[in-house]
């Protein structure tokens, strides 16, 4: 494998590591994936696995310390995701 060539390396082959590559290679770039262990053994191995546009405290709490704006934006962004991952599901099916 000494001259295999990739446009991108990802280190980290979990959800996060294997979501950037799929990202990568969907917009036509060729794309390594390293881990020092099996495919989705890591953190991601211990999680929930749980998709939720919510936090783990209350909205308020968020808001009493970060602000209303910084609680809209997160919001956003894990609906965005939930979003992001049902069209890959769908486009993949």
């Given at each position: 494998m000494e001259n295999d060539q990739a446009d991108v390396i990802v280190i980290g082959a979990g959800i996060a590591g294997l979501s950037v590559a799929y990202e990568f290679a969907v917009c ?66």
């Amino acid at each position: 494998m000494e001259n295999d060539q990739a446009d991108v390396i990802v280190i980290g082959a979990g959800i996060a590591g294997l979501s950037v590559a799929y990202e990568f290679a969907v917009c036509g770039q060729k794309v390594a994936v390293i881990d020092r262990g099996e495919i989705g053994s890591g953190m991601t191995a211990r999680t929930t696995a749980h998709l939720s546009s919510i936090c783990d405290d209350y909205f308020s709490q968020l808001i009493e310390l970060r602000g209303r704006e910084v609680a809209r934006q997160f919001y956003q962004s894990q609906s965005a995701a939930i979003d992001r991952i049902e069209a890959i599901q769908e486009s993949e099916a």
